[in-house]
């Protein structure tokens, strides 16, 4: 549509009314999403009190948004099995059985940098630095490192990391940008960080580190998830096949050049979520009976990859993970050389069943739906 000169400055001042609201709209959905509640008490914090760990390894939690472990992949018509296999030559060891507790960035990841159900007030405090994990290890001599795809895990809040990157960016100026564009995706802040510029931050660091330990929570956009619009596209998994590629090509250099130059290092290699492809391509809850749902509606939604590459042999003692959230009291009795803070692992229960109808996994178990009592996953560790 064509915009006559004289009226640009009013349809600018519309524009910047509405991204200013939506905005606001969607700052205050990020904050009532979850159910907040203040942290009176960590259950791993009181295992630990004064105690010092054993060794302090350098840490990298690698997240590729929406990756999923093949059993997953192949129900979408994806064989991403040579990418299980490079990880597994490199040394990882696989948790193909492993889902988070929540079905979204935030909500699985402020939960695994508290080690807990519960969050703070604000739900990107945990994801923007300012969590139970970070927090302690700083306290044990280490830096800690965010680096983000987008501003997305700041917006609202204030980057609490050591080091972090992008720096954050008006949310503002990305709506209007969305709404100049002529339409509303979730990927549009993608567009305000250079991926370029993003994964050579991160191998920058990657090649320099030195002095101090160092905890590193890198959030790639890729592979990502469907659009959200409540609608499949007609090439949704098409889509995802693509951007599967080149989140494989990154997560292969990623990898690369830590060992490279960090081999005694911990690294988690790890989903969020879900990508969403099935049914509708969001949540379900307001579209389909419980009856209807499948364990890979289940598994597209809560879903999880995960993959830990441990220095020695010695994490076999502690090697106890059904949920994503399980990942750092996993870490920490590593650390620790002390298997009781395993006993900081949360309940294994999926939370907002609403989202998928009603359906519910429960210590690996699926009640509600088609596959009623069944595992969640069927694939062997």
């Not at 090509?249 to 005694?264: A, S, V, Y």
């Amino acid at each position: 549509m064509r915009v006559n000169v004289p009226k640009l400055p009013h349809l600018l001042i519309v524009i910047s009314f509405v991204a200013n609201s939506a905005t606001q709209l969607l700052a205050q959905r990020d904050r009532t999403d979850e159910a907040s509640l203040s942290i009176v008490e960590n259950r791993l914090q009181s295992l630990i009190q004064e105690r010092v760990p054993a060794v302090t390894p350098n840490i990298y939690l690698l997240v590729y948004d929406g990756y999923v472990p093949n059993e997953t992949m192949l129900a979408y018509g994806i064989d991403n099995s040579f990418q299980e296999e490079y990880l597994k030559g490199q040394g990882f060891t696989l948790y193909p059985q492993t889902y988070s507790v929540a079905n979204q960035s935030i909500s699985t990841m402020s939960r695994v940098l508290n080690a807990s159900t519960e969050n703070y007030d604000d739900s990107r405090r945990e994801v923007s630095g300012d969590g139970i994990i970070q927090n302690t290890l700083r306290g044990f001599g280490y830096e800690t490192y965010g680096i983000f795809s987008t501003d997305y895990f700041f917006r609202g809040s204030n980057s609490t990391y050591d080091f972090s990157y992008p720096e954050r960016s008006l949310s503002r100026g990305i709506l209007l940008n969305a709404i100049l564009m002529g339409e509303f995706r979730f990927d549009i802040v993608l567009l305000s960080s250079p991926r370029v510029q993003f994964v050579e931050t991160k191998q920058s660091i990657f090649e320099g580190v030195t002095g101090d330990p160092i905890f590193m929570y890198m959030h790639s956009g890729l592979p990502g998830h469907s659009q959200n619009s409540g609608a499949c596209l007609p090439d949704e998994t098409d889509r995802f096949r693509t951007r599967l590629t080149g989140a494989n090509i990154e997560m292969q250099l990623d990898i690369k050049t830590i060992i490279e130059n960090e081999p005694e290092a911990i690294i988690i290699v790890a989903g969020d979520h879900g990508p969403h492809l099935t049914k509708n391509c969001v949540g379900t809850g307001e579209r389909y009976d419980i009856s209807e749902i499948s364990r890979l509606d289940i598994q597209d939604r809560f879903g999880t990859f995960l993959a830990v590459r441990w220095p020695t042999e010695e994490f076999a003692k502690y090697d106890d993970i059904t949920v994503l959230q399980d990942l750092f009291p996993t870490v920490f009795a590593y650390l620790f050389h002390d298997e009781i803070m395993l006993e900081s692992k949360i309940e294994p229960s999926t939370l907002k069943p609403w989202f998928i109808s009603g359906a519910s996994v429960q210590n690996g178990i699926i009640y509600g739906g088609i596959n009623d009592g069944e595992p969640l996953f069927v694939t062997d560790r």
